[in-house]
């Protein structure tokens, strides 16, 4: 069957630490993978689409890595601060549908001063 | 910068009654979604709609549900008999170009059925 696993519920660290958060799926070929941001009671917020044919993309303190041998993405917050403080969204295409994308159930970060 | 937004932000209503879930998404996006987010789970796709009509639909948008876009900005998601289980998070999204782009959030609408 399908499946999106994010690593952990829940991850705590220390504030100024790099943050890794992993998305790994199963019995998907996505063209593409993108991770979003939700704060609670609010809308996911797009932060960095991956393309299959992409090792690694960067926006500011964000990285994200999509490894399709492992069927694996990593989202890496370095010089973590509270403000970081969310739920992240691993969310995929599926290549059966031209619209639908799949959500993770998401990692609740939380970064302690 | 543009947002997708969505009214209301909360909706209380009894069950079997109608509500309509009201979104305006970004101004020159041509794709629109609806999602869902059950307290506590993911959020689940719903329906994209493209050239005035449905692309796809999940095994959960049911005969209760339709999708509307009566004029040039809004979209609409109709229940038509609302159930307990119809309680959620309402998500509207927009993209600008093909489904398979970045898909744009908005608020979101609670909606409590008692």
């Known amino acids: 069957s399908q499946k999106i696993e994010q690593n952990s519920e829940a991850l705590n660290i220390q504030e100024g630490k790099t943050a890794t958060l992993t998305c790994n799926y199963t019995?998907?070929?996505?063209?593409?993978l993108q991770w979003y941001r939700q704060d609670p009671g609010r809308g996911p917020v797009f932060l960095l689409l991956?393309?299959?044919?992409?090792k690694e993309k960067r926006k500011e303190r964000l990285k994200v890595t999509f490894d399709t041998t492992l069927k694996q993405s990593l989202f890496h917050i370095t010089a973590s601060q509270p403000a970081d403080s969310a739920t992240y969204l691993c969310a995929l295409d599926t290549d059966s549908s031209a619209s639908k994308i799949i959500f993770g159930s998401g990692t609740r970060l939380s970064i302690r001063p | 910068e543009p947002e997708v937004t969505q009214t209301p932000s909360h909706q209380v209503t009894q069950m079997g009654q109608e509500v309509i879930l009201r979104c305006v998404p970004i101004s020159n996006h041509l794709y629109f979604y609806w999602y869902r987010q059950i307290l506590g789970q993911k959020v689940e796709f719903l329906v994209s709609f493209y050239n005035n009509e449905i692309s796809e639909k999940s095994e959960i948008f049911d005969d209760q549900f339709s999708v509307e876009r009566p004029d040039g900005s809004n979209f609409t998601l109709k229940i038509r008999s609302t159930k307990l289980e119809d309680s959620a998070m309402y998500f509207c999204?927009?993209?600008?170009?093909?489904?398979?782009?970045?898909?744009?959030f908005g608020p979101g609408t609670r909606l409590l059925v008692l």
């Open positions: 019995n998907y070929s996505p063209a593409y």
């Open positions: 999204a927009s993209s600008l170009r093909s489904g398979k782009e970045t898909q744009y």
């Open positions: 991956i393309r299959e044919n992409e």
